[in-house]
């Protein structure tokens, strides 16, 4: 696959009541085509955070932003713009990091999660000096696959339920 330099094609997801951000790496392929948060139909996001909250999973873009919007759970990305080969996020390189300020200047954000190890990574590198400690959680990436939807949700929850 080859390498594309790419910036993120869509905007953060907050409120000015959003208790929690949870941050991801990049978009995938399916996410840039839908220009939507974890689009590709086998990530586990959705469902597992729709279980977490006590809700159906959602099935459009409008219905996953209510979702978040109605629980004070903002949606963003770490990294701004990267080079990239396809989804991996193992290829990127070359990242510039998302302006967290808008969202944690607008919102009483008390926690930050990471949806997975490069996103947390990354978070690490570029603003854990500047926001804080993040909490990593499992991915819900289909890459992820020797962690189940319920060893996913449960891990989930025991970690966002003090927060909502």
């Not at 993120?8 to 399916?30: E, M, N, Q, T, W």
């Not at 998302?98 to 999660?113: G, Q, W």
Request: a positive charge; charged letters at 20%.
């Amino acid at each position: 696959m080859e390498m594309e330099s790419l910036r993120h094609p869509f905007p953060a997801i907050y409120a000015p009541d959003s208790r929690i951000l949870i941050l991801g790496s990049f978009p995938s392929v399916k996410s840039r085509e839908q220009m939507f948060f974890y689009g590709h139909p086998q990530n586990r996001f959705w469902r597992v955070l729709a279980a977490v909250l006590g809700e159906e999973t959602p099935q459009t873009a409008a219905e996953k932003k209510s979702l978040l919007l109605r629980h004070g759970v903002a949606l963003w990305d770490v990294i701004a713009s990267c080079d990239i080969a396809g989804s991996s996020d193992a290829s990127i390189t070359n990242v510039v990091p998302n302006d967290l300020s808008r969202i944690l200047d607008a919102a009483p954000v008390r926690r930050i999660f990471c949806n997975g190890g490069t996103a947390y990574r990354f978070y690490r590198r570029y603003d854990e000096a500047v926001w804080g400690k993040a909490e990593a959680l499992p991915s819900t990436s289909p890459a992820n696959a020797r962690t189940g939807v319920q060893a996913l949700t449960e891990r989930w929850r025991a970690a966002l339920a003090p927060w909502l």
